[in-house]
């Protein structure tokens, strides 16, 4: 903008100089012509003056060199008299120049337009005034001539005091224009500055001149534009973050491929599923950064179908097998303008597992509950059929009823146990326990058990009373599971031994048995449901495999952890940790 003010400041100045310079001319010749018509006039006036008093005395018989000298003198000129012959017969001119001015006077008589009447003639030194008079028979010559420099220095004059007066001016005039200029150039260099930073993207910027008129109607309309363009940005920005907060962390991955196959976006999710790194998909073409073929293939069938596509698709990443359901839809723009393709990925893989879980159970279920059904149903036929007749097969088929009723119920309240541990609305009883007495309980309750086969159970605990918060019958269900499942697993003539500690937080209980033991590759399946470590002996033991999945769940609802170690054919032992104080109650 300053650019633009010199130049506008600089073109004025230089008209003003071009305008001043021209006036200065113009007066200067004025002012010439006016002192040299002065001049003349006054040397018209002299001359006729001079002439009436050589008219006076009695002519030019009477006139002396004396009196000639003494005309020169008043008058401030030099006064020459000739006759009509080019003799000078007076001549008040100094003897220097007296040759060059009677060679001027000769000039002048001798000239074709001499006619004898009063004129004047510019020399090279001196500006001549003439008149013609006349004596009887007799004509004379009157010459009046001025020096050429006073002239000169009378325009010398004129031509310092018009440039002292335009030198003024011009000074004057500089700084009223740089005032002006820089009063009407001020709210434009603002308004420019404003402009700048507008289109730099800076919409905060903003004009402060409060100049009044064109100048500040256009400050103001640029503070409405910067206003607005402000408020759209800002509006902008708000819609972008919402996009962009919207595809990073929908649960679902996005990809989005332009006309040409190059990847323009890849959200979060996809590059976390994926394990994609973001450097580099972006702008490359899709069929070399992607490698799964199920997907490149998808692709394909978008760009040669133009048309929405809805796949179920699976994919093995890493060691990990993902279903995804695809939703793939073309991007067609204004005029039917292809854009690209946008692909959506659902991971549904949590979905399959528990349809398969689903699948799974209801078969355990069915099969379950199949074989006492199966046992009742076929000794009830036998007994119809005659065998009630017989007593003691009367006795042992009643007998077998009786267990597998006893069997399925304590698999249908299982059920019903797991179910309602399951919901969302479980609530436990907490309440203070006292965890010895709890445990004690338990070894009653299987010890009759234990003796069938000779079991062995070792319960030690330094302390009579440990308490903790606890729903006392659900900790007792935990134990008791645990116990029954030690004793189950373990031979005739072995061993189960608990081992109760506490720290100021914690209590720690440990139970080990001397059973069949667990293979490590089936550790982390013994808490699913119906899975039985050795099926045969869990059935003949009236077990349902539904005892250590509600004991993980029970334990989940305590806030505590259970971990397994065990060897095959050597035992197993689980730890059980609880808090004295649960974590959300405090």
């Known amino acids: 903008m300053k650019t633009f003010r010199s130049k506008l400041f600089f073109a004025i100045i230089t008209l003003i100089i071009a305008v001043l310079l021209c006036l200065g001319l113009l007066l200067g010749q004025l002012f010439k012509s006016y002192y040299i018509n002065v001049i003349d006039e006054r040397l018209s006036k002299e001359i006729q003056l001079v002439a009436g008093q050589i008219e006076e005395i009695g002519g030019i018989e009477q006139l002396t ?26 001549d008040s001119v100094n003897k220097d ?30 500006h001549y005034f003439w008149k013609e008079l006349n004596e009887g028979t007799n004509s004379y010559y009157l010459f009046l001539s001025a020096e050429i420099d006073e002239v000169k220095s009378g325009y010398s004059q004129i031509w310092w005091i018009l440039i002292i007066c335009l030198s003024l001016a011009l000074i004057l005039i500089i700084f009223l224009g740089a005032a002006i200029t820089n009063r009407y150039t001020r709210p434009i260099d603002s308004a420019t500055r404003v402009a700048i930073e507008l289109a730099k993207g800076n919409y905060r910027a903003r004009t402060y001149d409060n100049d009044v008129g064109e100048a500040g109607k256009l400050n103001s309309s640029i503070n409405i534009l910067a206003r607005n363009l402000q408020d759209m940005e800002k509006s902008r920005e708000m819609h972008q973050d919402r996009l962009s907060t919207l595809i990073e962390n929908m649960g679902s991955g996005l990809i989005l491929i332009d006309s040409k196959g190059y990847i323009n976006l890849v959200n979060r999710t996809y590059r976390e599923v994926f394990h994609a790194d973001v450097t580099e998909y972006m702008d490359e073409l899709y069929y070399n950064v992607i490698e799964y073929k199920e997907i490149t293939e998808l692709i394909e069938e978008l760009f040669m179908t133009e048309q929405k596509v809805r796949k179920q698709i699976q994919i093995l990443i890493g060691i990990h097998r993902k279903h995804f359901e695809v939703y793939g839809v073309p991007i067609i723009g204004t005029n039917d303008v292809w854009k690209g393709v946008l692909l959506v990925f659902h991971d549904i893989t949590e979905i399959k597992k528990l349809e398969q879980v689903r699948r799974d159970f209801v078969a355990n279920v069915s099969h379950e509950l199949k074989t006492p059904i199966t046992s009742i149903k ?150 699913e449901r119906f899975y039985r470590v050795d099926k ?43 808090y004295k104080k649960l974590p959300d109650s405090e």
């Open 378 to 527: 076929g000794f009830s036929e036998t007994l119809l059929d005659g065998a009630m007749d017989d007593q003691d097969a009367l006795k042992q088929f009643l007998t077998i009823i009786l267990q597998e009723s006893e069997r399925l119920q304590t698999l249908i309240q299982d059920l019903l146990d797991l179910s309602k541990i399951e919901q969302q609305g479980f609530h436990l009883s907490i309440q203070e326990v006292n965890i010895i007495g709890v445990l004690n309980e338990v070894v009653m309750m299987v010890k009759r058990r234990a003796e069938e086969k000779e079991i062995t159970i070792d319960y030690k605990c330094e302390d009579e009373i440990i308490e903790m918060e606890a729903d006392v019958n659900r900790i007792k269900q935990i134990f008791l599971n645990i116990v029954s499942n030690a004793i189950s697993y373990t031979p005739n003539e072995g061993k189960v031994s608990i081992r109760v500690t506490e720290d100021q937080q914690k209590v720690y209980i440990k139970i080990i048995d001397t059973g069949i033991g667990i293979k490590e590759s089936e550790i982390p399946r013994i808490f």
């Open 97 to 126: 120049i007296q040759l060059k001015n009677r060679k001027t006077i000769s000039e002048i008589l001798g000239a074709p337009d001499s006619d004898g009447q009063a004129g004047k003639v510019v020399g090279d030194d001196y």
């Open 536 to 578: 045969a002996r869990s059935r003949n033991s009236g077990g349902t495999g539904l005892g250590l999945a509600i004991v993980k769940h029970l334990l989940e609802a305590h806030k505590g952890l259970i971990s397994v170690e065990s060897k095959s054919g050597k035992g197993t032992a689980f730890l059980l940790t609880f």
């Open 65 to 90: 060199q004396e009196k000639v000298d003494q005309f020169a003198s008043w008058l401030g000129v030099n006064v020459t008299i000739a006759d009509a012959n080019d003799q000078v017969i007076f």
